[in-house]
Nanobody, 120 residues
Framework: VELVESGGGLVQPGGSLRLTCTASGVNMRRYSFSTYVMMWYRQAPGKEREFVARLNSDGGSTVYADSVKGRFTASRDDAKKTVLLEMTDLKPEDTGVYFC?????????WGQGTQVTVSS
């Protein structure tokens, strides 16, 4: 499975960004995209990678980290094999590389990440 993130950039505090993750590859032809649990993680400089949001498979629920709840909205379009992360009211502590991940037991796949920098 290949995951490609896009949409990162530099934004001022209080601003917004929308990240997109597009999936492709052999596994995506064998197993329906809708069966994959899709996740967003981020990694700030000098820190460990942390969970941001999870979109459960087959129309299931979406779960957010407490730090982004109410500011970030994750969604998926199974027909287009994409997931979005709408980020609003961004804060300097949201700065980091944002990664998309796809999980379908027992495999987990990762994208290369996209940089988000929140700074004035």
């Amino acid at each position: 499975v290949e995951l490609v993130e896009s949409g990162g950039g530099l934004v001022q505090p209080g601003g917004s960004l929308r990240l997109t993750c597009t999936a492709s590859g052999v596994n995506m032809r064998r197993y329906s995209f809708s069966t994959y649990v899709m996740m967003w993680y981020r990694q700030a400089p000098g820190k460990e990678r942390e969970f941001v949001a999870r979109l459960n498979s087959d129309g299931g629920s979406t779960v957010y980290a407490d730090s982004v709840k109410g500011r970030f909205t994750a969604s998926r379009d199974d027909a287009k094999k994409t997931v979005l992360l709408e980020m609003t009211d961004l804060k300097p502590e949201d700065t980091g590389v944002y990664f998309c991940s796809a999980y379908n037991y027992p495999n987990q796949f990762w994208g290369q990440g996209t940089q988000v920098t929140v700074s004035s």
